[in-house]
């Protein structure tokens, strides 16, 4: 997280409370390093060739954070899809 989400000033790296507004940050924190996690994961099944596993971590970490990596890992997933004529998932 680069900016305070309540008055949008400059963070350090891991820091645990804005410096300027004093906002609590530990579970906006939490909830990126989890959409983080989930990205990861996703790009793991995927390099397994498990599609099914990966559409779950990509949607899960797109419910979490908007993304635009993520997004394209949901856009390759897609096209990959397509190009070996497994049914796409609605949902992705």
Known sequence: MKRCPICK????????NCPRCGSDLSIPLSIEEQADSLFSQAIEELSKGQFDEAVRAVEQSLLLKQEPMVLALQ?????ERK???MPN???I
């Not at 856009?75 to 096209?79: G, T």
């Open 9 to 16: 000033a400059r963070l350090k790296p891991e820091t645990p």
């Open 75 to 79: 856009q390759f997933i897609r096209r």
């Open 83 to 85: 190009i070996f004529g």
């Open 89 to 91: 998932s609605t949902d």
